[in-house]
């Protein structure tokens, strides 16, 4: 694939902006160049942005990147993905193509869930997530391959790691909630989705109007559904991207079996806090994304309207 066609580059461009990305303006762009598609940092302006942010903005970044490789192999393209290619340039990941394909099923069935895929930011069904099935996912789609060695998802179901893990959301969303800077900022980024009655820990995005849980109802909550974790070993600019690719990647699989899920960092955006997921959980590396998932809950609303390309300058 040496040229791209305008179609070609919409198609894919269109699909890599359906990828999670954290609140503010959109971190990437696409260069299409001979034979490979890049992802650059879209930086211009964000300089000034607290560590924490840019490190979302990068996972946010890392996820694309993984959305970009689903794309061109759903459309039966042999692909190489490489993270940070010319370290510390603007280009965060570059696919090559290496060849045609015989697309599978599952890549089929992927490049479908990237545009099902959404915030499901409310209680789950009641189906309980099969045990096996969620290893499964992680297996085939978090780490080891796929551009994301050195990266772990664990998932959060012992009675220890729930309670810590209750006890540091809560402390979180108190502080953030009471922040006024933040969500002031907050405000800026994002649109207002209004929750109602579901505007509460652990599914929603803390905002001042969020309600606060008690520690048991929190617990219960936690309980109830299957929280992951996306940790990597060391905590740079290939790391954040490594934990994107994990988190989009396992994401989409869950969307393949019929789940849905959300994603949140703000909590991770206290050093307490992800210090105290370290100590707490024993984990052996940086916590970057907790995720839940989980069955969809009987349709109360119809679902809105998936996006497509179109991009907001606040989402
Ligand atoms: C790195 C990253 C961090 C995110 N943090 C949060 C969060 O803390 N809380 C939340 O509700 N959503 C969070 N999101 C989800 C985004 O808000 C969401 O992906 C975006 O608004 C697009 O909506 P969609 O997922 O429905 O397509 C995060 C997404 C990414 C990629």
């Known amino acids: 694939m040496s040229r791209w066609t305008a179609a070609q580059r919409r198609e894919i461009t269109e699909a890599v902006n359906c990828s999670p990305a954290v609140c503010g303006p959109r971190p990437w762009s696409l260069r299409f160049v001979d034979g490979a598609v890049e992802l650059c940092r879209n930086d211009r302006g964000q300089e000034s942005l607290p560590e924490a942010v840019r490190r979302d903005r990068l996972v946010s970044c890392g996820a694309a990147a993984a959305t970009l490789e689903i794309a061109l192999r759903g459309r039966g393209l042999r692909t190489t993905l490489r993270l940070d290619p010319d370290h510390g340039t603007e280009v965060l990941a570059r696919v090559t193509v290496d060849g045609g394909l015989l697309v599978t099923e599952r890549e089929r069935h992927l490049f479908a869930a990237v545009f099902l895929r959404h915030s499901y930011r409310r209680p789950f069904g009641e189906q309980p997530v099969n ?41 979180a969303a108190a502080a953030l909630r009471a922040d006024a800077g933040y969500q002031r900022d907050l405000a800026a980024w994002s649109q207002q989705e209004s929750l109602g009655d579901f505007d509460t820990m652990p599914w929603a995005l803390i905002r001042t109007s969020t309600r606060l849980p008690d520690q048991p ?99």
């Open 217 to 315: 109802t929190l617990v219960e909550r936690l309980r109830r559904q299957t929280t992951l974790l996306v940790i990597t070993s060391g905590d740079t600019r290939i790391d954040h991207l490594r934990a994107g690719v994990a988190t989009q990647r396992v994401w989409l699989a869950a969307v393949v079996r019929g789940m849905v899920g959300s994603v949140h960092t703000q909590s991770l955006h206290l050093r307490e806090v992800r210090a105290g997921l370290i100590e707490h959980l024993g984990l052996a590396g940086f916590p970057h994304v907790l995720m839940r998932l989980g069955h969809p809950a009987p349709m109360l609303t119809p679902p809105r309207p998936r996006r497509t390309g179109g991009w907001a300058a606040a989402r």
């Open 131 to 171: 045990h096996d099935t969620c290893a499964r996912i992680i297996s085939e789609h978090g780490p080891d391959g796929h551009g994301v060695e050195e990266t772990q998802v664990i998932r959060i179901d012992d009675d220890a790691g729930i309670a810590a893990t209750a006890r540091l959301l809560g402390y």
